[in-house]
């Protein structure tokens, strides 16, 4: 992934690690500037003046708005891996690093992972009825995504901990969906407890597969139901 900076095969070596933090803490500012204001929002200009840098020294590190805009996707994505992803696969195989991998991508969004909420659904709103690279990467990187879902319902399926007549798909796709409700519902309607309420119907509906050989679910802590709509 693009991720580090296009040093100068002349370039002194000393001067590469200085290059690659002013890149990376450029990219980490583009990562919140986007999620709070749009990709096609987010230029060379705009950039510059957030971090009082000036256009030129911007320039030396992306040489146009749309590879600007991929290489802040590329950092978010790698954001998202090292925080979420990443850490879930310590989980044990099965229902745990599934249920893991869910909680943490939502509590996570919830807590600002990224300034404006989850980069990747607002990203994917954005550029849905686009057409260019930066769509193509998007689209890429959630299909990833979703590959991701799918993978871990199935490791909890060979694991014995998830009925093996479940569609795995079609599991991970309630997920994912889920997940992008809570989006609209927080940032759209204000809603506090969107990212809560969808964990909530996750962990009901993954209860509803799992074996009897499943380790038990986390239960909500007291926090958490606190936060729910009273039953009427």
Known sequence: MPLTARASRSAPP????RGLRTRRAILLRAVHLASLEGLEGLTVGRLADDL???KSGLFAHFGSKEDLQLATVEAARQFFIDRISRPAMSAP????RLWHLIESWLR??????FAGGCFFTAASFEFD???GRVRDRIVEIMREWMATLDRAVVEAQKAGHIDPHTNATLL????QAL????HWSCQLLDDPAAYTRALAVIRVRLASVA???SPPLPPLTPKTRSRLPAKS
Do not use: F, I
């Open 14 to 17: 000393a001067r590469q690690p």
């Open 52 to 54: 009082k840098m000036s």
């Open 93 to 96: 195989r099965g229902m745990p």
């Open 108 to 113: 996570h969004v919830e807590s600002k992972l």
């Open 129 to 131: 009825g686009r057409t």
């Open 172 to 175: 991970a796709y309630e997920v």
């Open 179 to 182: 997940g992008l409700g809570a």
């Open 211 to 213: 074996t009897p050989a």
